[in-house]
């Protein structure tokens, strides 16, 4: 289920370029993937240095339109390799001043969100079509899952808004994108090759050159991904834990049946301890739903549960889906909670509400596209 980024060159690529006759999309390549694929066309490995920085530094996705490369080169290109990037069918604007997109990705659709704040930008990108973990607070997972997102479907949501935003001169006030979250759609670790050439492709200076400081992962906890993730990427983590207990977390999220939280706590030590991103500190998130985890005695289990975990907690105001039986907390409960474990010396923090009007917050994405 979770094989290790290591597919030969031959099958990668002559598979696909020869045998299948397709043309491999360039973003599905990281740099030493995209010096692979000029050799096997019997061009220099250089090449892959000059081809990223127009496609991630120019934006550039029209191979004649690479002016360094010579003629020849466009040509080969334009016959074997392509530049396929996500296209938006749909942007809508909160009033905070966040803007979800609805894109579409062979013939379905995904959503990610741009958040402002101050002079940061964070996009929040999607993984999967859809969700297999049935969480009961999400909407994503009303849907069920219908497929991973390729590694040039994740990149592509980062390429295709940072161009809209480099463009497009109705919004020129808007900053670039400074941070990414894997918060979208999907659990990232259910598509953990893909995610990975993803992130190495956003840290690469030839790519987007973020700082691994500025990319989140998060996860419900995959126990056979997190024993890996630590040998592939390195960047900072979040855990979307949302109860203190196993007995809670078993109803509310039915994946802590088969991960239970004990050994979702000892991967998530073993990666702080391999990791050197944030001083090997996770993020803790949970979603504060009204009588359900949000009593004083859930607070003190959080307490005892991540006691001596390098962590801040992450408090999240639940966000209203149609269908669901859940309340918000109210804003006392959700104060009270916060008090208890700010006493006890928790960095914790509530999230602010963002683009919860235009069902863009936490846990309402879906790539339901309405009129």
């Known amino acids: 289920m979770f094989r290790e980024i290591s597919e030969s060159p031959s099958s990668i690529f002559f598979n696909k370029l020869f045998f299948e006759k397709q043309k491999i999309n360039m973003l599905e390549l990281n740099r030493e993937k995209m010096k692979e694929f000029f050799v096997s066309l019997g061009e220099k490995p250089f090449h892959a240095d000059q081809v990223m920085k127009w496609i991630y530094h120019h934006y550039c996705d029209d191979f004649h339109n690479m002016t360094n490369l010579n ?18 069918v749909k942007e809508v604007r909160s009033s905070d001043g966040s803007i979800k997109w609805s894109l579409e990705v062979e013939n379905q659709f995904i959503e990610t969100v741009y958040i402002p704040y101050k002079k ?40 295709c808004i940072s161009n809209i935003i480099k463009n497009n001169k109705s919004i020129s006030n808007m900053h670039p994108i400074t941070n990414i979250v894997f918060m979208g759609m999907g659990e990232p670790l259910l598509n953990l090759n893909n995610v990975a050439r993803s992130i190495n492709i956003m840290l690469d200076d030839f790519g987007f050159g973020f700082s691994k400081r500025r990319i989140t992962l998060s996860t419900s906890g995959i126990v056979p991904a ?50 050197k991103t944030k001083k090997g500190i996770v993020t803790i998130e949970y979603v504060l739903l009204s009588h359900v985890n949000d009593h004083i005695n859930h ?73």
């Not at 003629?71 to 938006?88: D, Q």
């Not at 196993?246 to 050994?263: A, G, H, T």
């Open 71 to 88: 003629k020849e080169l466009r040509s080969k290109l334009e016959k074997f390799a392509k530049i396929s990037i996500p296209s938006v």
């Open 120 to 159: 940061r930008a964070t996009l929040c990108i999607s993984s999967q079509i859809g969700c297999a973990l049935g969480c009961k607070f999400c909407y994503t997972a009303t849907q069920g899952f219908i497929r991973n997102l390729s590694t040039a479907e994740i990149i592509g949501q980062i390429w």
């Open 226 to 275: 997190l024993s890996k993730l630590s040998e592939l990427v390195d960047v900072s983590l979040a855990i979307s834990l949302h109860a203190p207990n196993d007995n809670l977390r078993n109803e509310i999220m039915p994946i802590n049946k088969k991960y239970n939280i004990n050994n979702v706590l000892l991967e998530i030590r073993e990666y702080l301890a391999q990791s």
């Open 299 to 371: 607070a003190y289990e959080l307490v005892k549960l991540l006691k001596n975990l390098p962590c801040k907690i992450n408090l999240i105001p639940w966000n209203y889906f149609p269908g669901s039986s859940y309340f918000r907390s109210s804003n006392n409960r959700i104060m009270r909670f916060s008090k208890i474990l700010t006493e006890q010396g928790f960095n914790t923090i509530i999230r602010k509400n963002r683009g919860s009007d235009i069902s863009a917050a936490c846990g309402q994405l879906t790539g339901i596209v309405k009129n």
